[in-house]
């Protein structure tokens, strides 16, 4: 019976500890990958927010569409645009590009993504063979740009190799507690109760003619 209760006890307490660093992990992967996302998303909302201005007070006819096609960039899109891509594009085809990504855009392709709203969201890019994973927002631009969306983006390819390292980094923290934590609460346990055993085998050899015995209990606690 001593034995089964020490087995209940260890596993109850073992998977309390497992559950507990898990939520733990899982609060820690959602809060690390939402800081990091919202400082991309917000850079990315500077960008657009800037482009569209621009491109709402001036107009799209302002863009060389010629020299655009044919590999120029637009001083427009460039001076803002580091790290990131950019797409102009309308129903009839792509109005300016710039970035290595974006130049390779067809406008079949973008216009999937002119069904979105301006909120961030993480995809695929479907414009190379690479299909590299990307951070976009899609601005719907208005004025004397009416009609015609921008497209930012930018990869995260090492972002999401970060996040698989972190989500790595904290399965291993909890499997590893676990364990340890399941040595310490079988050990604890079987201490506790090993008092209680040597009471239960002294009553168990206890006869009528040895009612005058004591129990002696080592290493035992005051409630003994």
Same mark, same amino acid.
């Given at each position: 019976?001593?034995?089964?209760?020490?087995?209940?006890?260890?596993?109850?307490?073992?998977? $309390?500890?497992?559950? $507990?660093?898990?939520?733990?992990?899982?609060?820690?992967?959602?809060?690390?990958?939402?800081?990091? @996302?919202?400082?991309?998303?917000?850079? @990315?909302?500077?960008?657009? $927010?800037?482009?569209?201005?621009?491109?709402?007070?001036?107009?799209?006819?302002?863009?060389?569409?010629?020299?655009?096609?044919?590999?120029?960039?637009?001083?427009?899109?460039?001076?803002?645009?580091?790290?990131?891509?950019?797409?102009?594009?309308?129903?009839?085809?792509?109005?300016?590009?710039?970035?290595?990504?974006?130049?390779?855009?067809?406008?079949?392709?973008?216009?999937?993504?002119?069904?979105?709203?301006?909120?961030?969201?993480?995809?695929?890019?479907?414009f190379t063979g690479q299909h590299r994973f990307c951070r976009f927002r899609v601005a719907h631009l208005g004025q004397n740009a009416e009609g015609t969306t921008l497209l930012v983006f930018r990869p995260i390819d090492a972002l999401e190799r970060t996040f698989r390292t972190i989500n790595l980094a904290l399965a291993l923290l909890?499997?590893?507690?676990?364990?340890?934590?399941?040595?310490?609460?079988?050990?604890? $346990?079987?201490?506790?109760?090993?008092?209680?055993?040597?009471?239960?085998?002294?009553?168990?050899?206890?006869?009528?003619?040895?009612?005058?015995?004591?129990?002696?209990?080592?290493?035992?606690?005051?409630?003994?």
């Amino acid at each position: 019976m001593t034995t089964k209760a020490a087995t209940r006890l260890s596993l109850t307490g073992i998977l $309390v500890t497992f559950f $507990v660093l898990g939520a733990f992990a899982l609060t820690a992967r959602i809060a690390i990958r939402t800081i990091m @996302l919202r400082d991309l998303d917000d850079e @990315l909302e500077t960008l657009s $927010v800037a482009i569209a201005s621009d491109l709402e007070t001036r107009g799209t006819s302002a863009l060389a569409h010629e020299t655009l096609r044919a590999g120029v960039e637009a001083s427009t899109l460039v001076f803002k645009l580091e790290h990131h891509s950019a797409v102009v594009f309308n129903e009839q085809g792509v109005v300016a590009a710039t970035g290595d990504l974006a130049r390779r855009a067809t406008h079949p392709a973008l216009l999937t993504f002119a069904r979105h709203d301006e909120r961030p969201f993480s995809a695929r890019e479907p414009f190379t063979g690479q299909h590299r994973f990307c951070r976009f927002r899609v601005a719907h631009l208005g004025q004397n740009a009416e009609g015609t969306t921008l497209l930012v983006f930018r990869p995260i390819d090492a972002l999401e190799r970060t996040f698989r390292t972190i989500n790595l980094a904290l399965a291993l923290l909890v499997l590893g507690t676990s364990a340890a934590s399941a040595l310490i609460i079988t050990a604890a $346990v079987r201490r506790a109760l090993r008092p209680v055993e040597e009471i239960t085998d002294f009553t168990q050899k206890l006869t009528a003619r040895d009612l005058d015995r004591r129990v002696t209990v080592r290493a035992a606690g005051q409630e003994f």
